[in-house]
């Protein structure tokens, strides 16, 4: 096979480490030259990618703003990069990597075009209404079909991203929408390990969004205390700036109240993940598949997660965890009270976690699709 230059672009430089080392790794064992792009000069992540053979140069990006100067900007930046670098291949992943990359290696005649959904977020998640909802869904949707024209084939997490896709008409009918497995999750990283002895642990992994379920999992917490004391409701991750966010006035409330333990955010969850008896993610927030409950299955806990898309393909429902309507907060209380009155119910249900990890989202898997659809 002849080598090939391949351009990979984030909107955040730690995710090229965090979600896409083995598959940078698998393309540079090919035989191939990788170079990363990504607006933040997190060093850290850098060198790592350096360690593997993977370069990285820095754009101009506002990963969530909707100025549209600066996206005119990135959009520039990205278009002479592409001229400069003349990639045989080119893979974004998430939305403005997706619209400007592709619309930058469209432009620049880039030969083979490819891109990588991991979600489509709160503007199609439905929670977000009212003219300016509409607008920004409407405008999304026009530049997604034309960054996507001529790509050769686009990746999605579920079925539902995969009907929108089609839905919308962001590629052509010809285009190829091929599902993976989420981001998959390295099986040896995230070690097995039997839930720790004593009171149950429930732990919540994720950005402080509201649509990712924090407030009705502190509102279960609420009401499981009256009666269990001794357990645990732990939530993990950063403040974000999204005015969708939880402030913190209203996490000091709760911590206040002894309802749940915030921890803060970290870049190693898998102490916290041990630590715990099960994990739980009431998100109605539109996610491919969560990337923190693919470790959770792989370190063997148990899931509590709602049945949106992408939340849902990680539960089989009273095999591995259970699957609750979004935002229902009896419902989520009530299966957390299931592990409360079973103390074997975690390890059983964290071991079916363990062997669906194996089967459906070991990472190595989930790359071998990504690179024999691109012919890598």
């Known amino acids: 096979m002849r080598r090939k230059r391949i351009v990979v672009i984030a909107s955040l430089t730690r995710s090229l480490v965090n979600f896409r080392l083995e598959l ?8 191939h030259e990788v170079i990363t792009l990504a607006p933040d000069n997190d060093e850290q992540a850098i060198a790592r990618l350096g360690a593997i053979g993977v370069s990285f140069q820095q754009i101009p990006m506002a990963r969530t703003g909707t100025n549209p100067l600066a996206d005119l900007q990135t959009l520039k930046a990205l278009y002479r990069l592409m001229r400069r670098l003349a990639p045989d291949i080119v893979l ?14 469209r432009l620049a005649g880039v030969p083979r075009r490819f891109a990588l959904f991991t979600g489509f977020g709160f503007i199609f998640s439905g929670s977000v209404t009212g003219l300016r ?6 405008l999304s949707i026009a530049l997604y079909r034309s960054a996507l024209i001529g790509c050769e084939a686009v990746f999605a997490y579920n079925e539902a991203d995969a ?26 990283l995230f070690a097995a390990s039997r839930p720790p002895p ?18 009705e999992f502190a509102a279960a917490a609420r009401i499981l205390k009256t009666k269990h004391l001794a357990a645990r409701f732990q939530i993990l991750g950063p403040f974000d700036p999204s005015p969708l966010s939880i ?19 970290t870049h190693d969850v898998s102490p916290y993940l041990t630590a715990s008896t099960v994990f739980v993610l009431p998100s109605y927030y539109r ?20 049945n949106a898309p992408g939340c849902q393909e990680t539960v ?9 309507n979004p935002r229902d907060v009896d419902a989520l209380a009530s299966a957390q009270r299931a592990f409360l009155e079973d103390e074997e119910l975690a390890v059983k249900m964290g071991a079916n976690s363990r062997k669906l990890a194996e089967e459906r989202f070991d990472v190595h898997k989930v790359n071998h699709t990504l690179l024999e659809a691109m012919g890598l």
């Open 24 to 31: 940078l790794k698998a393309m540079v064992a090919a035989g």
């Open 92 to 105: 974004p992943y998430t939305m403005k990597p997706i619209i400007y990359g592709g619309l930058a290696a």
């Open 133 to 138: 909802a509409t607008v920004l869904r409407r």
């Open 163 to 188: 009907s929108d896709i089609r839905l919308h008409r962001m590629v052509s009918a010809k285009t190829p929408v091929i599902k993976v497995a989420g981001s998959g999750v390295d099986l040896t």
């Open 198 to 215: 004593g009171p149950p642990v429930f732990l919540l992994i994720a950005r402080l969004l509201r649509e990712k379920g924090i407030a």
């Open 247 to 265: 402030s913190k006035a209203e996490m000091d409330q709760w911590t206040k109240e002894g309802a749940v333990e915030y921890l803060g955010e």
């Open 287 to 306: 996610e491919g598949i969560p990337r923190s409950a693919l470790e959770a299955l792989s370190t063997g806990r148990p899931i509590i997660t709602t």
């Open 316 to 324: 089989i429902d009273g095999e591995n965890g259970f699957q609750v």
